[in-house]
Structure formats: C-alpha cells, structure tokens
C-alpha cells in the first residue's frame, strides 16, 4: 500500500493510528502542498532529513503522535530525543537532495491523481475505500448524537 500524506494533516494522522492497528506493509510518500498547509514542506523535509540518519519512521511517528508541536524549535527537541545530529539534521532538511526528494514526491503524488491528504493506493490504484473506512466513518460517528451511534465493525483488509 502507498500512502500519499502529509505530517500537518489531521486525517492522515488518524488513518496513521488505524493502520498502526492492522499489519500492513506501508510505502509512505509525502503529497506536501505549501498553499494548503505552510508546514506540510518543512515537516516532509524534515522526515527526509531523519531518514538520511536512519530515523525516518521514528520522527514520522512521533510528528502524527503529537501534531500540535510541529514549529522549528519542537523538531530540534524531537531530532535531539531519536538520537539524530541535530546539526547534520537541519543541513539536511536544508539540503536541494530532501527538497528534491519531497517535490518528487508530491508531483508523482499529483500524476498519479491523489486529490487530498491522505490518499492510498493499493495495486497501483486509489483506493476511496480504504480513506473511507480508516477516516471518513469515524469523523461521522463523532457528530453522530451518542444515542445514535452503533458499534462499528472493522474489516478485515
């Protein structure tokens, strides 16, 4: 599965702890608009630059575990946390190879039709579906009154 996403977006947040739930081989790549969300750039850079060290996993949890430290000087603190070198990391995350990385990304994310954050693919085609299921029932079970909601099942995919 290919998840098109980005670090500021809560939805890809929310589908990140249901797919966390359920054994899937995941292939992230970032959909990193900057009119959309002026973080989303330096957030999926800043995941490129972790993941020249060996970390990108790492910070990629911990940035959807706590989506409302995502300025500069949380991410040093969470670089120093995962053990990166702190100044190798914001080189990086400065560096034309990760913004390389991160347009390339983004454009095939856009060629390729995804829309929003999150997008999956699943067999080289979207898959609504699984947004759907991971994302979408769940906003609506929120707003939902208590006495209307009902048990929701969870299938197996």
């Not at 454009?107 to 699943?122: D, K, W």
Request: charged fraction near 30%; glycine fraction near 4%; charge should be positive.
């Amino acid at each position: 599965m290919v998840v098109y996403a980005d670090f500021t977006c809560p939805f890809c947040a929310l589908a990140h702890a249901r797919l966390s739930e359920r054994p899937h081989r995941r292939v992230f790549r970032h959909l990193a608009l900057r009119a959309k969300h002026p973080r989303a750039v330096p957030l999926a850079r800043a995941a490129e630059a972790a993941a020249r060290q060996g970390a990108f996993w790492e910070l990629h949890d911990a940035l959807y575990a706590d989506q409302g430290h995502l300025e500069d000087p949380h991410l040093w603190a969470l670089a120093e946390r995962l053990g990166l070198d702190v100044e190798r990391f914001d080189a990086d995350r400065r560096s034309e190879a990760v913004a390389a990385r991160v347009h390339r990304d983004t454009q095939e994310a856009v060629l390729a039709g995804a829309t929003t954050t999150p997008t999956f693919f699943r067999a080289g085609r979207p898959d609504a579906g699984l947004y759907h299921d991971l994302v979408r029932n769940r906003e609506e079970a929120k707003r939902r009154p208590a006495t209307e909601r009902r048990p929701e099942r969870q299938n197996h995919i």
